[in-house]
C-alpha cells in the first residue's frame, strides 16, 4: 500500500521460430511492459532489426482503411476474425477491389449532384420568369426585339420607368429582399439606350439558358422531369452505398483488426536483438505475475526458452516502471497522485496519506451536513447506475468528500445553512466563532502534513541509499528539526526564555540545521568526485557551498509560506457560512413582499444553496488539491516515475488487457 507493485526485470532466449507466438501468447497475457535489448547476449550479436518499412506499409493501410470508411460513412465495428489466413498481400487486394467499387459508385453519385445543382440554378433563375412565353434563343437572335432579364434595387425602379418612358415595356416580376426581378422589352433600335439606363441604375442582368425550340415554361418542366429522374437515381445509388457498408462492415473490421495486431507484433519486434535461430526479449513484470509468465513461455515453446529474472537494483541502468494496486475505494485517489505525476519507483507511494488529508480538508472548507448529504447521493448514483470505471470512482470520491462534510457540518451545526438548527452544533458554525482558533485549527493541518512530507522526504532518500541527503537535506531529518525546533520556540518562546535555555534551543534546533544545510552540497561534492576517482579544484567547492547557503535560505522562507498556506483551510470554510449566511439575508429581506414574498424566500434560499454546493464544491476541491500537489508533494514527491504500460493484443472481445486491481 506504501509502495509501488513489486516488479522483475525479464531476459527470455528464444527460438526464432518462436517469436511470434510468444509475443501473441504474452499479448494476449498483458502482464509484460517490453523494452529494448542491448546488443550482444552471449551469441553473435546484431543490431535491433529496423521494421520502419513494415510499419508504414501497415501504416498505409489503415489510411486506406479510414479513408473507404470515410467516403462511405461507414463507422468503425468490432469482429473477431472468421479466419486467421489474412496476410498484408491479401489485405491490399481487399482494399484496391473496394477503392474501386466506392470510387465508381462515389463518381456516380457526384456526377448527378453536379448535375441536380446546374439543373435547381437554372429553375430558380427561370421561375421568375414563368408565365412569359419567351422563346430562349438567345437575347440577340430576335429580328425586331430586345429582351434584358435581372434584378434591379427596388428604389431604382421608377426612375428607369421615367427615363425610359414608352420606349421600352418593363414587367415587374418577384422581389427578393429589396431587389425588384425585372424583365424589359425594346425594339432593337434602342436596345443600347436602353441597356445604358440600365446598367446606371445598378441592374444585374441575369441570362436565361439558351434552348431552342423551348420556352421558359417548358424548360421549366423539362427540368423538373429530369430532377426527379435524378432523384431516382441517387436514391438508387444510396442503396448500392448501403450495399456496399454491409459488404464492407465485417471483412473491413477483419483487416483492421490484423493490421492492428501486425502493427503491435514489428512494433514490439524492434526491440529485441537476436542472431540467425534465436531471439532475446527483455522487459519488466509484477512479481507475482513471474510464474503466469513462465507458464505461458513453457507452453508455446514446448520448453525451448531460457528465463533469467533480475530484481531492480542499481545494477539496472533503466528506470523501473510502476504499477500502482489499490483496492476500489482507494483508485479515486490514486487519480489525484497520477494527475500529479506517478512516484518513482523506489519512492513511498503517498495514495493512503492523500486519502486520508484531502477529504479532511475538502471537508473542513464545505462543512455543511445538508450539502455533504447531496454530494454523497450525487456518489451513490454514479456508483450504482454507470458501468464507466472512471465515473464510478469519481462517485467514490464524491461518497467520500459529501461524508467528510457531514462530519464537519455536525461540528459546525450547519444543515443547508438553516440558522435554527446551528444551536445543535458540536462546536461552532465558521462565522460565529473566533476566526483566530479556526485558523489555529487549520494551521495544525499544515503542520501535520508538512511533517509528514519531511518524514517521507527522509525515507525516500534512505531506501535510494542517499543518506547524505537523508540527513542534511532541506527537507530531511535535519529540516524536521529545524522546523520543529521553530514551532517549539514560537510556541513555548516565554517558557524557555525563562529557563534560561533559549540559547541552546537556538543552537540546537536553528543553528545546527543551517550549518547542516550549507554542507550538504560540498559534501555531495566531494563524495560523487571521489566515486568518479578524479579530484575537484577550489572553485567547484566554492560553489557548491554558494549552492547551499541559497537552498538554506529558500528553506526557511518555504516553511513559513508553506505553513501559513494552510490558512486558506480556514478562509474557505468561512465564505461558504457566508455565502449560505448572504442567502437567507435576502431570502429575509423578500419575504415581506405581499403575496409571492414567501414563495421567492424559499426560491432564493434553493438557489442560495445550490450556488453553494456547485461554487463551493468546486473551489474547495481545488483548494484541496493545490495543498496536497505545492504544500505536502513538493517535500518528497518527485512525480518522475515511469508508467508500467503492459505490451497487450486484444485477441478476442472478451479480451480486457491488463488488470492493475488483481
Known amino acids: 500500500m506504501f509502495s509501488a507493485e513489486p516488479m522483475m526485470h525479464i531476459q527470455a532466449v528464444i ?29 553473435e550479436s546484431s543490431e535491433l532489426p529496423d521494421k520502419s518499412s513494415e510499419l508504414a506499409r501497415l501504416e498505409r493501410i489503415r489510411n486506406r482503411i479510414q479513408e473507404i470508411r470515410q467516403s462511405i460513412d461507414l463507422a468503425p465495428s468490432y469482429i473477431e476474425p472468421s479466419s486467421k489466413d489474412m496476410s498484408i498481400e491479401k489485405a491490399e487486394d481487399i482494399l484496391d477491389d473496394m477503392e474501386k467499387k466506392c470510387r465508381e459508385v462515389l463518381e456516380e453519385k457526384q456526377q448527378i449532384i453536379h448535375r441536380q445543382k446546374e439543373l435547381t440554378e437554372v429553375s430558380q433563375t427561370l421561375y421568375s420568369y414563368s408565365g412569359f412565353a419567351i422563346p430562349l434563343i438567345g437575347p440577340d437572335e430576335f429580328a425586331f426585339l430586345h429582351f434584358a432579364t435581372g434584378i434591379l434595387p427596388q428604389q431604382n425602379f421608377e426612375r428607369i420607368l421615367r ?52 420556352t421558359i415554361d417548358s424548360l421549366l418542366e423539362k427540368n423538373k422531369i429530369e430532377l426527379g429522374t435524378l432523384s431516382s437515381k441517387l436514391e438508387e445509388i444510396n442503396k448500392r452505398i448501403d450495399a456496399l457498408r454491409e459488404e464492407f462492415k465485417d471483412i473491413l473490421a477483419e483487416i483492421e483488426w490484423f493490421v492492428d495486431l501486425e ?23 509484477p512479481s507475482r505475475d513471474i510464474g503466469l509468465i513462465e507458464k505461458r513461455l513453457k507452453d508455446i515453446t514446448g520448453g525451448r526458452y531460457i528465463l533469467n529474472l533480475i530484481p531492480p537494483d542499481t545494477s539496472i541502468e533503466e528506470q523501473v516502471p510502476v504499477l500502482l494496486r489499490h483496492p476500489w475505494f482507494l483508485r479515486p485517489f490514486e487519480m489525484l497522485v497520477a494527475a500529479y505525476g506517478l512516484p518513482n519507483y523506489r519512492e513511498l507511494e503517498p495514495t493512503l496519506f492523500v486519502a486520508l488529508s484531502y477529504i479532511v480538508m475538502f471537508g473542513m472548507m464545505f462543512g455543511d451536513a445538508g450539502h455533504g448529504l447531496v454530494l454523497a447521493g450525487c456518489g451513490v448514483a454514479a456508483l450504482v447506475l454507470s458501468r464507466s470505471r472512471q465515473v464510478r470512482d469519481f462517485g467514490v470520491l464524491l461518497i467520500f468528500a459529501g461524508l467528510s462534510s457531514m462530519v464537519f457540518g455536525v461540528v459546525y451545526g450547519s444543515y443547508f445553512g438553516i440558522e435554527e438548527l446551528k444551536k445543535y452544533a458540536i462546536w461552532h458554525d465558521p462565522l460565529d466563532c473566533d476566526p483566530i482558533k479556526l485558523m489555529y485549527g487549520a494551521i495544525t493541518i499544515g503542520i501535520v502534513m508538512i511533517s509528514l512530507g519531511l ?35 514560537l510556541i513555548k518562546g516565554a517558557a524557555i526564555k525563562a529557563s534560561g535555555l533559549m540559547g541552546i534551543f537556538l543552537v540546537l534546533f536553528l543553528g545546527v540545521p543551517i550549518i547542516g544545510w550549507a554542507i550538504k552540497e560540498p559534501i555531495e561534492h566531494i563524495l560523487r568526485h571521489k566515486k568518479e576517482g578524479h579530484h575537484e579544484g577550489e572553485e567547484g567547492i566554492v560553489a557548491a557551498i554558494m549552492e547551499s547557503c541559497v537552498g538554506a535560505f529558500e528553506a526557511i522562507l518555504s516553511y513559513l509560506a508553506n505553513t501559513i498556506s494552510f490558512v486558506r483551510l480556514a478562509a474557505y470554510a468561512m465564505s461558504h457560512a457566508a455565502l449560505l449566511f448572504a442567502a437567507f439575508m435576502v431570502a429575509k429581506e423578500v419575504k415581506g413582499i405581499p403575496y409571492v414574498g414567501s414563495a421567492f424566500s424559499i426560491v432564493i ?22 495543498l496536497e500537489y505545492y504544500e505536502f508533494f513538493g517535500k518528497f514527491f518527485s512525480g518522475s516515475g515511469r508508467p508500467f504500460e503492459p505490451f497487450y493484443l486484444a485477441i478476442t472481445d472478451k479480451d480486457k488487457g491488463y488488470d492493475s486491481t488483481k
Do not use: C
Open 263 to 285: 502493427f503491435k507484433l514489428n512494433e514490439a519486434g524492434q526491440k529485441f536483438t537476436r542472431t540467425d535461430v534465436t531471439v532475446m526479449l527483455s522487459g519488466w513484470a
Open 15 to 43: 527460438l526464432a521460430r518462436d517469436e511470434r507466438a510468444v509475443l501473441m501468447g504474452l499479448g494476449e497475457l498483458g502482464a509484460v511492459h517490453l523494452t529494448k535489448t542491448k546488443s550482444g547476449y552471449g551469441h
Open 455 to 489: 518524514i517521507l522526504n527522509a525515507i525516500n532518500h534512505f531506501k535510494r541509499g542517499n543518506f547524505v541527503a537523508g540527513i542534511l537535506d532541506k527537507f530531511g531529518l535535519i529540516g524536521i528539526v529545524f522546523y520543529w525546533g521553530a514551532l517549539i520556540i
Open 605 to 626: 434560499i434553493i438557489l442560495g444553496n445550490i450556488v453553494a454546493i456547485v461554487l463551493e464544491g468546486v473551489i474547495a476541491s481545488v483548494q484541496a488539491l493545490r
Open 163 to 214: 427615363d425610359v418612358g414608352d420606349r421600352a415595356a418593363l414587367i415587374t416580376l418577384s422581389q427578393q429582399r429589396n431587389q425588384q426581378v425585372l424583365l424589359a422589352m425594346t425594339t432593337r433600335d434602342y436596345s443600347q439606350e436602353l441597356e445604358s439606363i440600365l446598367q446606371k441604375a445598378g441592374f444585374q442582368k441575369e441570362s436565361l439558358p439558351v434552348e431552342k425550340g423551348a
